[in-house]
């Protein structure tokens, strides 16, 4: 055997021996078809035990492993497929589908999000030190990148810290630091600069997004969000599409129809109030426009998430605050 056959032998076997830790971990603190936040406040769980269609999500800037399973997440039409191979990145804000590939009640589809820092990422950069990256990141904030030892191993170890709940508070940042490190050195490098780098086009952008996540329901001027985050309006519409693969109205748009849809299922309100409480002026156009996005008109869409919430056994009010978790436009909620 070769040195780089003995090489890739022993790394595919640590590889292995961490994956195998990591889903007795995740499969020991998850049940059925889940989500579970962990002690570790930035880290939660998923587990699901069949394939399933896309479902609508709105990923906040994280990293995702599969450690058992497949998944895939489609954004502005573009699929991107991760499994224990490749983790999933996402730098930014981003509305996406995601679905579940490979799973089943014997070898569910286990993995981790882990919410990532910008502002660690920003420091990280500033002290210097770090390679440039070899290549420009695409136009996109979401890519796919190695599951390699050297990145799997703090999440181990990250894991390993629920055994011991007491050394969390001191231990869990440390190594969540390290994470965003070894990630500022992996082949997905280049689109974390991109975003974490004070001034840059990418930085500007997820300013935009903040903004827009916090006043969903005000009117946009394109005008007035492109002076606040010191763009032109063609400049801030042209980087904004290629982050998102959405205008900046689109993005509105759609944070403020699943708040709606929120609205009415954990809320009770009615399709006019929820569309008047989200910033719609016309009942009508709300309606048209959820349809577009959700598949049928708000009344059947929500009696149908209700059925199917029955259907697998939760009571009402837990589904509500699962779905509410998932739906909230200020919500974490993650590629699950």
């Not at 799997?152 to 990250?158: D, G, Q």
């Not at 929820?274 to 996005?293: K, N």
Request: proline share 7%; net charge neutral; aromatic share 6%.
């Amino acid at each position: 055997m070769s040195k780089q056959a003995q090489v890739e032998h022993h790394e595919a076997g640590t590889l292995d021996a961490l994956r195998k830790a990591m889903v007795d971990a995740i499969g020991r603190r998850t049940v059925g078809n889940s989500d579970s936040p962990s002690l570790i406040p930035n880290i939660l769980f998923f587990r699901r035990e069949k394939p399933m269609p896309p479902a609508v999500c709105l990923v906040e800037a994280s990293i995702v492993f599969v450690v058992q399973g497949e998944k895939q997440m489609l954004v502005g039409g573009e699929a991107y497929p991760y499994d224990i191979h490749r983790f999933l990145i996402t730098s930014l804000d981003v509305p996406a589908t995601s679905q579940i590939v490979s799973a089943s009640p014997e070898k569910p589809c286990l993995g981790l999000v882990l919410k990532l820092d910008l502002r660690i990422i920003a420091e990280l950069i500033a002290q210097g030190g770090l390679p440039l990256p070899m290549e420009s990141a695409n136009e996109r904030s979401v890519g796919i990148g190695t599951v390699t030892p050297v990145l799997l191993e703090p999440f181990k170890r990250l894991l390993d810290l629920l055994d011991e709940p007491e050394t969390i508070p001191v231990l869990a940042p440390l190594i969540e630091r390290e994470i965003h490190y070894r990630l500022l050195r992996s082949d997905q490098a280049a689109r974390l600069w991109q975003i974490a780098s004070v001034g840059s086009q990418g930085h500007r952008i997820a300013k935009a997004i903040d903004w827009l996540k916090a006043n969903y329901a005000a009117a946009l001027r394109i005008d007035d969000l492109a002076t606040r985050v010191q763009m032109s309006p063609s400049s801030l519409h042209q980087h904004f599409r290629q982050l998102t693969a959405m205008s900046p109205l689109q993005y509105q748009k759609w944070l403020r129809l699943n708040e709606a849809r929120r609205l009415m299922l954990n809320e009770d309100l009615d399709a006019a109030s929820a569309a008047f409480e989200v910033g719609y002026e016309s009942p009508s156009q709300f309606s048209r426009e959820y349809a577009r996005l959700f598949g049928m008109p708000p009344k059947r869409d929500i009696e149908g998430l209700r059925r199917s919430a029955d259907r697998v056994g939760n009571s009402q009010s837990t589904a509500s605050a699962r779905l509410s978790a998932r739906l909230s436009p200020n919500a974490k909620v993650h590629p699950g």
